[in-house]
């Protein structure tokens, strides 16, 4: 049996602003950030892919722990459009999910509900779904299989904006998280 709805964890960027690979940076709770957007996904019930550079061992082996699927993205240093391309390959080729919430390794605050909630607007509407808060549109993002053909040749920091967004499905939530991401070590304070 298929998955309908699984998460794609974008996790092979390079942190650069960040001074070091911030996926290992702690939240106050003593989590990784990597280990909080693998968690937010499984609360949601989804299963769970990421995408890694390839040789990542720190990576894997938290994959392994949390009973996430790895992805090498051979191309990540190009850029998020690569390993989101990556990604959606691998989703083609091995899955037969009918959508993928692209999630952020970045941006531990997301709740589960708010997962679910893009899920169960995709069950309705069957198109691009993302989150708003307080007016604004934020992350993760569901992507239904129709449109990934048009990303699988991604590279450089392009990631999905040449989807048409406009006519996509917004799902309000009070969930703040989905508009606030980790750039720098300050960012982790509440």
Excluded at 111 to 118: G, I, K, N, W
Excluded at 152 to 180: Q, S
Aim: aromatic letters at 4%; hydrophobic letters at 45%.
């Amino acid at each position: 049996m298929s998955d309908p709805v699984v998460a794609l964890v974008l996790a092979a960027g390079q942190a650069r602003r960040f001074g070091s690979d911030k996926r290992w940076a702690r939240l106050p709770d003593g989590r990784s950030l990597l280990d909080a957007v693998i968690e937010t996904a499984r609360l949601a019930g989804l299963p769970v892919h990421v995408v890694l550079r390839p040789g990542d061992e720190a990576g894997a082996a938290c994959c392994a722990r949390q009973g996430a699927q790895p992805v090498w993205a051979a191309a990540a240093g190009q850029g998020m459009g690569a390993s989101l391309a990556a990604g959606l390959r691998q989703l083609t080729d091995h899955t037969d999910a009918e959508a993928a919430v692209v999630m952020l390794a970045d941006m531990p605050w997301v709740q589960p509900e708010t997962v679910r909630a893009l899920c169960a607007a995709f069950a309705r509407e069957r198109g691009l779904t993302w989150p708003w808060h307080q007016g604004q549109p934020g992350h993760p993002r569901l992507l239904p299989r129709a449109q990934w053909p048009a990303l699988l040749d991604l590279g450089g920091d392009e990631g999905a904006r040449g989807l048409d967004w406009a006519r996509a499905t917004r799902v309000v939530v009070a969930d703040a998280g989905v508009l606030r991401d980790v750039d720098v070590p300050q960012d982790l304070q509440g």
